[in-house]
């Protein structure tokens, strides 16, 4: 398994890979590797942190689990390969940012160009089984996790959280509010979303706002 950490990411999270839930967690992730088809590909599991440099880090997404049907995962939480079909939750995510921003749909569901600009797309847990939602919960990762979302609230400042859902928000007690920007709403899931959770959140210009009035290059998002 190939651990594709940027250089940037192993000086913060060096403590976090000696621990022995880490080292139990990384010889599971190669068992169900070997004995099950498991997404994403082993390359991509931690491709987060391999387009995101933690130098870099402007905005923190935070997902679940990644997709658990063929093809469909690629290490960034809503994201796909290019070329495969948006899921619900990508297309409310599009849609939202189509309204706000008045742009149009992109071509691709693969945000590895949202990552390369500073977005942490973060799922709590990084691997799954075919088919089996939430198969690799509980196994270590979200202690993992949430240690990276308390590194980055802990030696960053002016980052902007965007919590979407329950599960997401509960992130929030490992956020210093008096330093970053914590943005909740309802999940982009279809569920939410046509219960009037997300739609004109407006959460990508409030983003961009933020990011300008620090001075900073906003997200084209």
């Not at 387009?51 to 796909?80: E, T």
């Not at 942490?120 to 075919?130: D, G, P």
């Not at 490992?174 to 004109?200: E, M, V």
């Amino acid at each position: 398994m190939q651990v594709n950490i940027h250089p940037s990411w192993k000086s913060v999270l060096s403590e976090e890979f000696e621990k022995p839930y880490f080292e139990n967690l990384i010889n599971f992730v190669k068992s169900e590797y070997a004995t099950h088809t498991c997404y994403p590909k082993g390359s991509q599991i931690f491709s987060a942190f391999g387009h995101c440099h933690f130098d870099d880090v402007k905005v923190v997404i935070i997902g679940q689990d990644p997709y658990h049907g063929p093809n469909q995962a690629n290490g960034l939480c809503f994201s796909v390969n290019d070329g495969i079909p948006f899921p619900p939750s990508l297309q409310n995510i599009f849609k939202e940012i189509s309204t706000d921003l008045n742009v149009s749909l992109p071509p691709t569901g693969n945000l590895e160009r949202w990552a390369d600009q500073g977005v942490l797309l973060l799922n709590a847990t990084l691997t799954v089984r075919q088919s089996e939602a939430g198969s690799h919960q509980k196994k270590g990762w979200e202690t993992f996790t949430d240690a990276v979302i308390k590194k980055v609230s802990d030696e960053k400042s002016n980052v902007i959280f965007l919590l979407w859902g329950g599960f997401a928000q509960k992130k929030a007690s490992l956020i210093d509010g008096s330093k970053h920007l914590i943005l909740n709403s309802g999940h982009p899931s279809p569920l939410s979303a046509n219960r009037g959770f997300w739609f004109g959140n407006k959460h990508f210009s409030k983003a961009n706002n933020y990011l300008k009035s620090l001075g900073k290059q906003d997200i084209h998002w």
